[in-house]
């Protein structure tokens, strides 16, 4: 069964940082672009950035550029997302996507991870 | 700053159609946005309903279907069931990497 893991539920503080984890289970997604979309409680899905397969582009929405780091490890099969200075409207539910290349959609999804920004 | 618009509500009576709609801010849409959607229920992590405009992802039943309506991407429904009920999110692909979802639409069955 093909699933994309998530790291767990996270509890900051302002201004730390956060690094959420996505593994793939079931199959190997390295040819995968791996999308991060967040949801604030009560909002709606915001996208957040992509990672490319071989880990060496990225390319982030404008709103999160120099907050916002994607990297991969493909001897792991593992992506990560890490958002820093984080402020209190940064608490949501972080879901990572892949994506097949030349396919432009988000075909698995993780489970999500709740990141709680609370002084 | 690219917005991408959707109905925030829309209703449906069980059996009936329903045409949702995905518009952007900056001009038409066309296949070349790649227009996909996705439903989420509570607690859920979003499912893939149709991608690359009109292509509906496995599993996906056939009174789902995408298409290009206008100047907008759309999801119809067809023979609406009770278990529809759910938020349908549009993404659209806007150039350079870069994915913008739509603010949602909440679809009631009744």
């Known amino acids: 069964q093909v699933q994309l893991v998530q790291s767990g539920t996270e509890v900051k503080t302002p201004g730390a940082s956060v690094e959420v984890s996505c593994r793939a289970s079931?199959?190997?997604?390295?040819?995968?672009?791996v999308h991060w979309v967040r949801q604030a409680p009560g909002q709606g899905l915001e996208w957040m950035g992509v990672?490319?397969?071989?880990?060496?582009?990225?390319y982030y929405a404008q709103k999160f550029q120099g907050r916002l780091t994607v990297t991969r490890d493909t001897s792991t099969n593992t992506v990560y997302m890490e958002l820093n200075t984080l402020r209190s409207d940064d608490t949501a539910i972080y879901y990572c996507a892949s994506e097949t290349p030349s396919t432009s959609f988000f075909k698995y999804w993780g489970q999500g991870t709740l990141v709680t920004v609370s002084s | 700053q690219t917005v991408v618009t959707q109905e925030p509500s829309f209703s449906v009576s069980p059996g009936g159609t329903v045409t949702l709609t995905c518009g952007l801010s900056s001009g038409s849409v066309s296949t070349r946005n790649y227009p996909s959607w996705y439903h989420q229920t509570p607690g859920q992590a979003p499912r893939t309903l149709i991608y690359?405009?009109?292509t509906r992802s496995s599993g996906v039943p056939d009174r789902f279907s995408g298409s290009i309506l206008g100047n907008k991407a759309a999801l119809t429904i067809t023979g609406a069931q009770a278990d529809d009920e759910s938020h349908y999110y549009c993404?659209?692909?806007?150039?350079?990497?870069?994915?913008?979802f739509g603010g949602g639409t909440k679809l009631t069955v009744l």
């Open positions: 690359n405009t009109n």
């Open positions: 993404v659209l692909y806007t150039g350079s990497g870069i994915y913008v």
């Open positions: 079931g199959y190997t997604f390295t040819t995968d672009y």
């Open positions: 990672i490319n397969p071989p880990g060496k582009t990225t």
